[in-house]
């Protein structure tokens, strides 16, 4: 049922950690109610616990999201499981606005990765992302261990698997090589080489006047994400990508290689780190943008309004 496929005839709407407007991030009580809402896919993050069994978290420790203390790598699985996620969650400012806090109706627990595959993968396509794990980041451990759970869980063909780490992908394909895998693509990836390109000319670009001041280094990134430099050394057959950096002409670049493309993040909820949403990410033009450009799926915080505008 994965479908997460090049050339679909308009985007597949994912629920961006299921529903976080109506029940919190990365639950399964998200996941069911996104499955009831008719969404077709949902994205979610896989962090590592001490004791190596991946569950479906966002952040590297449990402070924001939970009534607990720690990092999610030195607690075990039984002490996560007695953790809540809380039913009042903050998240930084869109648009330069105050803190968004969310509440919910009650605390809900954190999930295994193989709890929400055994019920949830005949539902819904699933993007399992997993995640740089700061400041842990050399760890890949948990890239095979995920790989290992998607194949024990028989949910191959719902899934892909996607990272902003090219190394784990590498491991998650040496430990289940059916598994589809794509990269993922920041728009701040290359802010450190802004001291050297912002002093070059303007490079060209799809992109309005309005970026101009942000354009090399996301010039460079756009040609790296339509070229697939990093899915051609993976031989991947999937890519992610900040909505930014998407452009029709990457999208028919990578259409021609076989290569699906997905961006996120639309109508974001609130920044839940340090960087925060873009101006045109709650904008219905920007949506209108990308189905134009083609691509095969957008990941948001409202599923259901973007549902509606599809």
């Not at 994912?14 to 996104?34: D, I, K, M, S, W």
């Not at 605390?107 to 997993?130: H, K, S, T, W």
Request: a neutral charge; charged letters at 25%; hydrophobic letters at 50%.
């Amino acid at each position: 049922m994965n479908a997460f496929v090049a050339g679909a005839p308009r985007p597949m709407v994912v629920g961006h950690r299921g529903v976080p407007r109506l029940h919190q991030e990365n639950t399964l009580a998200g996941f069911r109610r996104a499955a009831a809402l008719g969404i077709p896919a949902i994205e979610l993050d896989v962090v590592l616990s001490a004791d190596g069994v991946p569950v479906v978290f966002h952040d590297a420790d449990v402070d924001r999201l939970t009534d607990g203390r720690g990092a999610v790598a030195d607690l075990t699985w039984d002490q996560l499981a007695r953790l809540r996620v809380g039913t009042r969650l903050e998240y930084g400012a869109v648009g330069g606005g105050p803190p968004v806090v969310m509440r919910y109706a009650r605390p809900e627990p954190i999930a295994r990765l193989d709890e929400v595959l055994a019920e949830l993968a005949g539902r819904v396509a699933i993007n399992v992302e997993i995640k740089l794990g700061l400041p842990r980041w050399w760890r890949t451990d948990v890239a095979a261990r995920t790989a290992e759970v998607i194949a024990a869980s028989r949910a191959t063909d719902a899934v892909i698997v996607t990272s902003f780490d090219p190394r784990k992908l590498a491991v998650a394909r040496r430990a289940h090589p059916a598994l589809r895998v794509g990269f993922c693509f920041d728009d701040t990836m290359l802010d450190f080489t802004r001291p050297v390109l912002d002093r070059l000319a303007p490079w060209r670009s799809w992109r309005s006047a309005e970026h101009a001041a942000r354009a090399n280094p996301h010039v460079a990134l756009e040609g790296l994400l339509g070229a697939d430099v990093v899915g051609r050394l993976l031989g991947t057959r999937v890519v992610g990508a900040e909505h930014t950096l998407i452009g029709a002409g990457a999208v028919a670049a990578l259409h021609a290689r076989g290569v699906a493309v997905g961006a996120h993040t639309l109508f974001p909820l609130g920044a839940s780190g340090r960087k925060h949403p873009s101006r045109t990410a709650s904008a219905p033009a920007e949506v209108a943008r990308l189905v134009a450009a083609g691509v095969d799926w957008i990941e948001t915080d409202d599923p259901e309004r973007l549902m509606a505008m599809l």
